[in-house]
């Protein structure tokens, strides 16, 4: 028995021209996506750059608009501080006018209100002659050296170098112990400093006045002679006290020193701070 073999590949003939299966098209979608996405990059990344160009354009016209306003804000905010700067000055100014002016009140000797205290303090058979004024000055003191570390004495008044007021009262009284009950009167005074009021001086003498006898009694003819009391002449001296006016307010007016207590009162009204 014979069997055929037959081979139809191997015998077939080629065609020419014909596309070999590596040659075969694979189709045109592959080819489009690439350049579809390239052109699509091409188109987004100017717009994405002109977009965001135009944002920051805006965002930059936005701040400078913003920082014109604050600019405008800052100068209006530093011309109302220049003019707060200005009021605080007169306020510091009329506060330190006011604040001298109560110095000056403060450092006034109210005579009326002090010679009237006196007069209150005589005691009865006790009169007073005179009253003689002096001032006191104090011995300078020397300045202390700064200490080690520690911060130089601060400069201004001395107010140790200011004179200090003496008073010598010279009188008559009936006797040693009427000087002296005027004496311990004086020292309890709220205007004179007791620790330097001291009695300097006290003798008998021969009564100052003379005695007039009337005339009916002249024509008469008859002689009459009075012997008259001794009496003790004094000399108290003292000095003013260094309390301030202010601290003897309620004091002066009691004595009638109407005007500075006023004085005190109105500028305790307007919010003057007067130190003692």
Do not use: H
Not at 173 to 184: G, K, P, Q, V, Y
Request: without cysteine; proline residues 7%; hydrophobic residues 35%.
């Amino acid at each position: 028995m014979y069997s055929l073999d037959i081979n139809f590949l191997r015998d077939r003939q080629e065609v020419p021209g014909g596309p070999t299966p590596s040659q075969r098209p694979t189709g045109s979608g592959g080819l489009q996506l690439p350049l579809i996405l390239g052109i699509l990059v091409g188109i987004l990344f100017p717009a994405l750059v002109g977009g965001a160009w135009f944002f920051l354009r805006w965002q930059t016209d936005k701040l400078q608009t913003r920082s014109a306003e604050l600019d405008k804000e800052l100068q209006e905010i530093e011309e109302r501080n220049n003019k707060i700067s200005a009021l605080q000055t007169e306020i510091n100014q009329a506060e330190a006018e006011a604040t001298a002016l109560a110095s000056v009140f403060n450092l006034v000797r109210p005579w009326s209100a002090i010679l009237q205290d006196i007069r209150d303090r005589v005691p009865e058979g006790v009169q007073i002659f005179a009253i003689q004024q002096s001032d006191i000055q104090p011995e300078p003191q020397a300045t202390p050296a700064p200490t080690e570390g520690g911060a130089a004495p601060k400069e201004g008044a001395d107010t140790s170098l200011v004179p200090k007021m003496q008073l010598t009262i010279g009188g008559i009284a009936r006797s040693f112990n009427e000087a002296n009950d005027f004496l311990l009167s004086l020292q309890q005074s709220n205007f004179l400093n007791g620790d330097k009021t001291a009695l300097q001086s006290a003798r008998l003498i021969d009564y100052p006045g003379t005695l007039e006898i009337p005339d009916q009694q002249q024509q008469t003819g008859i002689n009459i002679e009075v012997e008259l009391p001794k009496v003790v002449s004094y000399n108290i001296q003292t000095e003013l006290d260094e309390t301030s006016a202010y601290e003897l307010k309620q004091e002066l007016r009691r004595k009638g020193e109407v005007g500075l207590v006023s004085r005190f009162e109105e500028l305790e009204r307007q919010g003057v701070v007067i130190e003692p």
